[in-house]
């Protein structure tokens, strides 16, 4: 059973047409990745199914609710949550500030100054649960505009888990990371399929291949191919439009 379906989304600017009847779904404690040629139409997708753009066709359900006409906040509120390619954190404030900030945003408590935060009852525990869960307990008084990339990834990850999704979106979240960041973004991505499905936007193969249930390939705002790690590896269109014959030995 699904958690998660978009049923054939088309989104038309002027005479191009986007994304044309796409179709995908995410079933409970699934990864699925979605890939595809720049220009394929993955930003597209992902802002219908995000709020940002409004679809000019199609639906999008999660756990049964109809969110197609809900605004961006709305769609949070019933449990879809996203990560941007470029990381969304204060800069400025401490990891433990942010996380307090995106606690409190989604938990429904009075906003206060800035002192006063840590001190409502529950939301200092729930931070630090998250930077737990996130790897990043030892740097709660750390200023997040100072930590290397691939550290505000994670705390950008905590941030979306605030408002504990059913379904996370992550945009990309290898980008810009090396060898190692990469492989410690993986590592937390396959623990977190145990607090919310997932939809995975990614041009890391290796990391795509490595945490996928399922995988869809777009091309030309069409899905050209759908189905588990071995069928993607193996389809001869995907190899030719998309994956090349090195990525897939």
């Given amino acids: 059973m699904s958690l998660f379906v978009a049923q054939d989304l088309v989104k038309r600017f002027g005479g191009l047409v986007a994304t044309d009847q796409v179709s995908l779904s995410v079933g409970p404690g699934e990864v699925h990745a979605l ?58 404030d401490s990891v433990l500030d942010n996380l307090l900030l995106a606690v409190q945003a989604h938990s429904g408590s009075s906003f206060r100054c800035l002192g006063r935060r840590s001190a409502e009852g529950g939301l200092r525990e729930r931070a630090q649960e998250l930077a737990h869960k996130v790897g990043l307990e030892d740097r709660l008084d750390r200023v997040a505009g100072t930590l290397p990339h691939g550290v505000q990834r994670k705390l950008d990850v905590a941030l979306a888990l605030a408002a504990r999704p059913k379904l996370l979106l992550l945009d990309e979240p290898m980008a810009g990371m090396g060898p190692e960041d990469s492989q410690q973004m993986v590592e937390l991505i396959a623990r977190l399929r145990s607090e919310a499905a997932i939809l995975l936007i990614e041009h890391d193969m290796d990391a795509v291949f490595q945490l996928a249930d399922r995988i869809s390939v777009l091309d030309y705002g069409k899905v050209l191919a759908s189905g588990d790690t071995t069928y993607i590896r193996e389809h001869p269109e995907v190899q030719a439009v998309y994956l090349g014959v090195e990525e897939v030995r």
């Fill in 35 to 92: 890939i595809g040629p720049n220009g394929a139409g993955k930003s597209t997708l992902v802002n219908l199914i995000s709020g940002l753009l409004p679809a000019d066709g199609g639906s999008i359900m999660l756990d049964g609710v109809e969110l197609t006409t809900m605004s961006a906040h709305d769609r949070v509120r019933h449990g879809l949550s996203r990560c941007f390619q470029i990381t969304s954190v204060f800069r400025g």
